[in-house]
């Protein structure tokens, strides 16, 4: 199949095609805009796509290649990009009328990093309202009715339905892993810090990361390793050098890992049929792995308060002044919150900031003691209908925590995607990668 149809190639298996030369850049492009032009009537997953900039960008790079220059790591790849992000050739409009037709003057500092790595932007993918509940036009590509999440919905529905290898995301809450969990695909959100936001939409900046999308755990690790270089301009990223995330998935875990299985983070509430997977599947690892059940400590009973107070005074005074400068342009949902952040006084809102240290050392136990906790990424599959993206109830935690997270493409509910959350420890970012590739090895090219 893949030889007939490079969609179907993950990027690192495209990347060694391309450097060895049985595969070209204009080819693999060609295909991804093909599936697009296909199945764009019922995925919507773009926003906008220059197919003829996309083409000639393919030729270059294969031009460079035949000259025998050294090769970037991602070059000649197509990559999505979350209409957040600020690209210079192409319009950035946030998901939001108000910015129709907003072409910013220069790229992200992400977007810089993946055109130095050789990366082709394919184009910008669906946001939905300024990343937050108002749906975009995308739908979920195992079945048009229902949802395919959000806030990235684009990124997520395009590279699980084979129409790109690779794109970015971001989470303020769980905006990276619930929609890879509904679409089915492979979405990582790491430590707070770890990828810079310059050139981003800021919705709640204590807590806005950027995430990527792929179809295997190699692919993620050779996105994210692109992006990840320390930018001063990003007064939350961390100075500290990185070790590569691909080097660490070299060697492999030489032992079993040991997971805690919390199947309620928070109050958070699952479905009886999820519930009912993720429960078997926690069951099923016999002496591959061992799994314990596991309860919060008390006090984060109320954590999901404390990150809506911080998301929410966020919106308020970031999205606000677009608000009440355009009521008719923007939705009640948007409205509604940006009412509810401006009721948290000043004296809440940096209670709320100030109990994230305290609530993650309370995790340390958990931390020391298992390899990864494991967890819901969703309440259950997509949801029917497309009025609304679904309930992050399961990732707000971890993002306010600033903990790395991945969702696995592992359970079916429903006929539809439900993914497994794997969280760990603030900046083990490397050895969560490495656990999630013992759990889910796959080559990402089921349909």
């Not at 129709?100 to 003057?105: L, M, Q, R, T």
């Not at 084979?162 to 970015?168: K, M």
């Not at 983070?265 to 596991?294: K, L």
């Amino acid at each position: 199949m893949t030889a007939n149809d490079p969609t179907r190639l993950s990027a690192t298996e495209a990347a060694a095609a391309l450097k060895a030369g049985t595969l070209t850049s204009q080819a693999l492009v060609s295909a991804c805009l093909e599936r697009i032009k296909q199945r764009d009537q019922d995925v919507a997953a773009w926003a906008f796509v220059d197919a003829e900039r996309v083409l000639r960008e393919a030729r270059e790079a294969d031009t460079l290649r035949n000259s025998g220059a050294p090769l970037q790591r991602l070059a000649g790849l197509p990559v999505g990009i979350k209409d957040i992000i600020d690209t210079a050739e192409y319009p950035t409009e946030y998901g939001c009328p108000v910015f129709k037709g907003n072409y910013p003057s220069t790229d992200a500092t992400i977007v810089g990093e993946l055109k130095r790595a050789g990366a082709i932007i394919l184009g910008k993918t669906v946001t939905t309202e300024l990343a937050f509940f108002g749906p975009g036009k995308t739908r979920n590509p195992h079945n048009r009715e229902h949802t395919p999440g959000g806030s990235s919905s684009g990124s997520a529905a395009a590279v699980a339905d084979f129409q790109v290898p690779l794109a970015l995301g971001t989470q303020t809450a769980g905006s990276v892993i619930r929609p890879a969990s509904f679409c089915g695909t492979v979405g990582f959100k790491p430590t707070f810090g770890y990828i810079s936001r310059t050139g981003i939409m800021p919705q709640s900046p204590p807590l806005d990361t950027v995430g990527t999308y792929a179809r295997t755990i190699d692919d993620i690790a050779l996105l994210t390793d692109a992006i990840s270089a320390f930018d001063p301009r990003d007064g939350d990223m961390t100075s500290s050098p990185k070790a590569p995330l691909s080097a660490g998935l070299s060697t492999p875990l030489d032992r079993a890992p040991r997971f805690a299985f919390i199947i309620s983070p928070s109050g958070a509430v699952a479905d009886p049929e999820a519930v009912s997977a993720y429960e078997q599947f926690a069951s099923g690892f016999g002496a591959r792995a061992e799994v314990v059940v596991t309860q919060l400590p008390a006090e984060f009973d109320g954590a999901l308060r404390l990150h809506r107070i911080v998301q929410f005074s966020d919106i308020a005074k970031n999205f606000g002044p677009i608000a009440d400068k355009n009521p008719g342009a923007v939705t009640e949902k948007l409205k509604e919150a940006i009412a509810e952040g401006r009721t948290f006084s000043s004296a809440d809102i940096a209670a709320a900031r100030a109990e994230r240290d305290p609530l993650y050392d309370a995790l340390r136990p958990i931390l020391i003691n298992y390899d990864a906790i494991l967890t819901p990424a969703a309440p259950g599959p997509a949801p029917h209908g497309l009025s609304a993206t679904g309930n992050p109830m399961f990732n707000a935690l971890w993002t306010y925590l600033g903990m790395p997270c991945i969702s696995l493409p592992l359970l079916e509910a429903g006929g539809l995607p439900l993914g497994v959350q794997l969280v760990a420890a603030r900046g083990n970012d490397a050895g969560l990668l490495r656990v999630a590739k013992w759990l889910y090895p796959g080559d990402g090219r089921s349909a």
